[in-house]
């Protein structure tokens, strides 16, 4: 039981997360259960459900060695004495708080399950983003057990990114635990340290109580996303001003109290987490009386909306304020490169105001085309998936690069050029296309928040 470990929630944060920790600790069993069975049985099979670079290899290494992956919810709750809870957390759709507060409704269902199966103490390890205090009910709702049993708390956030999370896991900045002070607590803290120094350093793991940890985890995802955002609003000043974006991100990046890393402006960010842990912030922070904290960080959300739009706009008005009928390439579709995951990806919102346009979407991406079809499948147009590259640049007006992947500069955009409808435009979201080259095979080409090269306009290049 001591050196069984399971968790709850088989998705982007829990599998990796596992399957690092089992290959770092051979003496522990990990299970890792889900009540989805298609995912469960993907993790099972050959094609993992989450493309992640070194996931393949991490899994296969362990997997039915010390690493098992199971819908067995009851018994992997029975079997272990450690669980760690990654189940989702999304934002509210109805009811009090709808559209900021979390819904807790998957996580209060695990609190549920662990005291209907556990048959003795358990340590329960708040792996998922909550917001700060939910340990409080989670205590209280574990302590009405009548069985006698003794639950700790922990809060052990994530702070993997997608598309780096084995490395991110492997070698985090730190990991941070919580606790509660009493000496149940800080026992159990102790349990948890000396998983996580099979691998770590002393000097990466931060401990806390359990609340700084909570909090921390909501303000480090909302410091990194206003970073974003304040750089995507100096972006906007740049196209007025004809500032270069990258140089003013290099400038201030060189000053080592600001840093290099997080102020890329792009067509704003996305992924599952920034946007509802900023809104959690806020509903926080309104439930406790401060509406000026609130207010400060909702900005942040509104300015990565303004850059959505912003940039279409822009795609409408120079391809002469009409898109209607024309067929758009779009590269990149995932939220990030090296990852298929498309929830809350910018690309989303940027195609259906496209398709509002009327304009043709020829979609490409190397991961992403599958949750691209879903994403869009309640949406009217013409929308093409490509495989090839090629194949959606063919009879285009224009290419969109919504997603940095590398494979994206090495096209031959030469050959595209040829293919396309002229003028042919490239809007490059992202900022990762050689410009100048692109300008002189002839394109007209709108990097963001830097000078056009553009063959129509007189006033550009
Ligand atoms: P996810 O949706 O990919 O996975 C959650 C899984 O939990 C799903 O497979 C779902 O079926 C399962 N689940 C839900 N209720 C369950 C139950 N009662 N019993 C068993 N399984 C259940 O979500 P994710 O991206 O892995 O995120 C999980 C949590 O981690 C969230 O709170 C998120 O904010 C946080 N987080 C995510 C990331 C990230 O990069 N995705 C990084 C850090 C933290
Ligand atoms: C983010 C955090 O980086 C992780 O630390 C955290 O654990 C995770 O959220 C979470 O809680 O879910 P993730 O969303 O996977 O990770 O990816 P990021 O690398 O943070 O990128 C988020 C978005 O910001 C992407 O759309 C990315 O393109 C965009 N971004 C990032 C920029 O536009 N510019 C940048 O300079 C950096």
Same mark, same amino acid.
């Given at each position: 039981?001591?050196?069984?470990?399971?968790?709850? %929630?088989?998705?982007?944060?829990?599998?990796?997360?596992?399957?690092?920790?089992?290959?770092?600790?051979?003496?522990?069993?990990?299970?890792?259960?889900?009540?989805?069975?298609?995912?469960?049985?993907?993790?099972?099979?050959?094609?993992?459900?989450?493309?992640?670079?070194?996931?393949?290899?991490?899994?296969?290494?362990?997997?039915?060695?010390?690493?098992?992956?199971?819908?067995?919810?009851?018994?992997?709750?029975?079997?272990? %004495?450690?669980?760690?809870?990654?189940?989702?957390?999304?934002?509210?759709?109805?009811?009090?708080?709808?559209?900021?507060?979390?819904?807790?409704?998957?996580?209060?269902?695990?609190?549920?399950?662990?005291?209907?199966?556990?048959?003795?103490?358990?340590?329960?390890?708040?792996?998922?983003?909550?917001?700060?205090?939910?340990?409080?009910?989670?205590?209280?709702?574990?302590?009405?057990?009548?069985?006698?049993?003794?639950?700790?708390?922990?809060?052990?956030?994530?702070?993997?990114?997608?598309?780096?999370?084995?490395?991110?896991?492997?070698?985090?900045?730190?990991?941070?635990?919580?606790?509660?002070?009493?000496?149940?607590?800080?026992? $159990?803290?102790?349990?948890?340290?000396?998983?996580?120094?099979?691998?770590?350093?002393?000097?990466?793991?931060?401990?806390?109580?359990?609340?700084?940890?909570?909090?921390?985890?909501?303000?480090?995802?909302?410091?990194?996303?206003?970073?974003?955002?304040?750089?995507?609003?100096?972006?906007?000043?740049?196209?007025?001003?004809?500032?270069?974006?990258?140089?003013?991100?290099?400038?201030? %990046?060189?000053?080592?109290?600001?840093?290099?890393?997080?102020?890329?402006?792009?067509?704003?960010?996305?992924?599952?987490?920034?946007?509802?842990?900023?809104?959690?912030?806020?509903?926080?922070?309104?439930?406790?009386?401060?509406?000026?904290?609130?207010?400060?960080?909702?900005?942040?959300?509104?300015?990565?909306?303004?850059?959505?739009?912003?940039?279409?706009?822009?795609?409408?008005?120079?391809?002469?304020?009409?898109? $209607?009928?024309?067929?758009?390439?779009?590269?990149?579709?995932?939220?990030?490169?090296?990852? %298929?995951?498309?929830?809350?990806?910018?690309?989303?919102?940027?195609?259906?105001?496209?398709?509002?346009?009327?304009?043709?979407?020829?979609?490409?991406?190397?991961?992403?085309?599958?949750?691209?079809?879903?994403?869009?499948?309640?949406?009217?147009?013409?929308?093409?998936?490509?495989?090839?590259?090629?194949?959606?640049?063919?009879?285009?007006? $224009?290419?969109?690069?919504?997603?940095?992947?590398?494979?994206?500069?090495?096209?031959?955009?030469?050959?595209?050029?040829?293919?396309?409808?002229?003028?042919?435009?490239?809007?490059?979201?992202?900022?990762?296309?050689?410009?100048?080259?692109?300008?002189?095979?002839?394109?007209?080409?709108?990097?963001?928040?830097?000078?056009?090269?553009?063959?129509?306009?007189?006033?550009?290049?």
């Amino acid at each position: 039981m001591d050196k069984t470990i399971l968790c709850i %929630g088989a998705g982007y944060v829990g599998a990796p997360t596992m399957a690092v920790l089992a290959d770092n600790c051979p003496e522990y069993r990990v299970i890792v259960v889900d009540i989805n069975e298609q995912r469960i049985a993907a993790w099972n099979s050959d094609k993992l459900p989450i493309y992640e670079p070194g996931l393949d290899e991490v899994v296969k290494r362990n997997r039915n060695k010390n690493l098992f992956f199971s819908t067995d919810v009851q018994g992997g709750i029975k079997k272990a %004495g450690i669980i760690f809870v990654s189940v989702n957390t999304p934002t509210k759709t109805s009811g009090r708080g709808a559209g900021k507060a979390a819904n807790l409704q998957y996580w209060e269902q695990t609190a549920r399950d662990i005291i209907e199966h556990s048959e003795n103490d358990k340590i329960v390890i708040e792996k998922s983003t909550l917001p700060v205090r939910t340990a409080e009910a989670m205590h209280r709702i574990l302590s009405a057990n009548d069985k006698g049993l003794n639950f700790d708390i922990i809060s052990n956030p994530e702070f993997m990114a997608e598309g780096t999370a084995v490395d991110d896991l492997q070698s985090p900045d730190r990991v941070l635990i919580g606790a509660m002070e009493d000496e149940s607590g800080q026992r $159990a803290l102790r349990r948890i340290v000396a998983i996580y120094q099979h691998w770590i350093a002393d000097n990466k793991i931060k401990t806390t109580n359990v609340w700084s940890s909570e909090l921390s985890k909501l303000v480090a995802n909302a410091m990194l996303a206003q970073r974003v955002s304040s750089i995507n609003s100096i972006s906007a000043l740049c196209e007025k001003t004809d500032a270069n974006i990258l140089d003013v991100s290099d400038a201030i %990046g060189m000053d080592s109290r600001i840093g290099a890393k997080f102020i890329k402006a792009g067509i704003g960010f996305g992924g599952s987490c920034f946007k509802k842990d900023i809104l959690n912030l806020v509903y926080l922070c309104e439930y406790y009386g401060l509406p000026e904290v609130a207010a400060y960080w909702e900005q942040v959300v509104k300015i990565n909306d303004y850059q959505g739009r912003r940039f279409v706009d822009n795609i409408v008005n120079r391809m002469f304020n009409n898109i $209607a009928g024309k067929k758009i390439a779009v590269f990149g579709f995932a939220f990030k490169a090296d990852t %298929g995951d498309t929830r809350e990806s910018p690309a989303i919102t940027i195609c259906k105001l496209l398709l509002e346009e009327n304009a043709q979407l020829a979609i490409h991406d190397p991961q992403a085309l599958h949750n691209a079809k879903l994403d869009l499948a309640d949406s009217s147009g013409e929308i093409s998936y490509c495989e090839n590259p090629a194949e959606a640049a063919t009879d285009a007006h $224009a290419i969109v690069i919504l997603t940095e992947w590398q494979q994206f500069k090495d096209y031959d955009y030469r050959q595209f050029y040829r293919a396309m409808k002229k003028p042919a435009f490239i809007f490059d979201g992202r900022n990762i296309l050689d410009h100048q080259a692109l300008y002189e095979l002839g394109y007209n080409v709108f990097p963001l928040g830097q000078k056009a090269r553009n063959h129509l306009d007189c006033h550009s290049y």
